[in-house]
């Protein structure tokens, strides 16, 4: 039972626009969201985070927009580069539950066209 | 600061035998996670470690899977035996105790079981 949810593989974006990478959870305790980024035989490497007492987080070119009610983040990237091809993770975590522990969804693969 | 560290990088064995992985967190995280991706489920959380103490193993799969921290600078994940299903790319991670805190990882080990 998948409780973080990235439902699309794939992503492709023209160079210097807008990449808009969904991910839906259905855990209403998570209260902390955090997105990754993987590059090829490399490990993930943190990009941004929110709490949810925001409903955005703004980092750069990178923004994570948190809508509760619908237990749907999205992560923005404008403009998009061609270094940032790489696959992101969204993950997620509830302090309520008492764990130290993020759940991972399954990735989204950008590719950004020069 | 050198990383997470994680050996080997590689990994090719036959089924039915032992596999090892290692693990060398950052110094001073009292936290540490061993993660396991495939194309299916994502990174999936197997294990993690506080203060060298197992807190939570229930993502491990089966008990052919086992994991140690002697110390709070080694780690190692064990397949005994392996099978051909537990191909895939083992990545370990690091934090600090604090919650609301980003995960460092390792560069992976892949492994491949014929």
């Known amino acids: 039972d998948q409780q973080v949810k990235q439902n699309s593989p794939s992503l492709s974006v023209q160079e210097g626009r807008i990449s808009i990478l969904n991910c839906d959870y259905t855990?209403?305790?998570?209260?902390?969201f955090l997105w990754y980024k993987k590059y090829p035989a490399e490990g993930p490497t943190f990009l941004i985070s929110?709490?949810?007492?925001?409903d955005k987080n703004e980092d750069g070119r990178f923004t994570v927009f948190l809508n509760k009610s619908a237990k749907h983040l999205s992560l923005h990237i404008v403009p998009s580069q061609p270094g940032d091809s790489a696959v992101y993770f969204c993950?997620?975590?509830?302090?309520?539950?008492?764990?130290?522990?993020?759940?991972f969804g399954t990735g989204t693969r950008l590719k950004v066209l020069a | 600061d050198a990383g997470v560290i994680q050996s080997p990088r590689h990994e090719v064995t036959e089924m039915g035998q032992e596999v090892t992985l290692r693990c060398k967190p950052i110094?001073?995280?009292?936290?540490l996670f061993w993660y396991r991706q495939t194309m299916m489920r994502g990174l999936e959380l197997l294990i993690y470690?506080?203060?060298?103490?197992?807190?939570?193993d229930s993502g491990m799969p089966e008990d052919r899977f086992s994991a140690k921290m002697p110390n709070a600078s080694f780690s190692t994940l064990k397949i005994q035996p392996s099978e051909p299903r537990d191909s895939a790319v083992y990545f370990c991670?690091?934090?600090?105790?604090?919650?609301?805190?980003?995960?460092?990882f390792g560069p992976g080990t892949r492994l491949t079981v014929l």
């Open positions: 470690f506080n203060n060298n103490v197992p807190i939570d």
């Open positions: 855990n209403s305790m998570f209260d902390y």
């Open positions: 929110i709490s949810s007492i925001k």
């Open positions: 993950a997620a975590s509830g302090s309520a539950s008492g764990t130290y522990k993020y759940i």
């Open positions: 991670a690091s934090s600090k105790i604090n919650y609301y805190n980003e995960q460092f």
């Open positions: 110094s001073g995280h009292d936290y």
